[in-house]
């Protein structure tokens, strides 16, 4: 069975960091690109950030560049989110995303509001 677990999300204060964390199980982790999304109440999912799938590169959002970082450990099958700079605007929920050319997987994701 395909799980993607997303976790870290929370209440954070402006210019605050945060950092998520998805644990994947049941798929071929190491030969998938990872990616984390975004959706706000009232607004379309965005892609945040991509990461190949040996962690040699990486994409991101104009939004988010200099302030998140995406990365990925294959020995625990867990990809991960660092937030710094956090602004009121970053606050949604966050997924995080398998896919290969054939497969897509998706988490049910984490909520993260940046807020005094």
């Known amino acids: 069975q395909v799980q993607l677990v997303e976790s870290g999300g929370g209440l954070v204060q402006p210019g605050g960091s945060l950092r998520l964390s998805c644990a994947a199980s049941?798929?071929?982790?190491?030969?998938?690109?990872m990616s984390w999304y975004r959706q706000a109440p009232g607004k379309e999912r965005e892609l945040v950030a991509t990461?190949?799938?040996?962690?040699?590169?990486?994409n991101y959002a104009d939004a988010v560049k200099g302030r998140f970082t995406i990365s990925r450990d294959n020995a625990k099958n867990t990809v991960y989110l660092q937030m710094n700079s956090l602004k009121p605007e970053d606050t949604a929920v966050y997924y995080c995303?398998?896919?290969?050319?054939?497969?897509?997987?998706w988490g049910q994701g984490t909520q993260v509001t940046v807020s005094s």
């Open positions: 995303k398998g896919s290969n050319f054939i497969y897509v997987y």
């Open positions: 049941g798929f071929g982790f190491s030969s998938y690109y």
């Open positions: 990461i190949t799938s040996n962690g040699a590169g990486s």
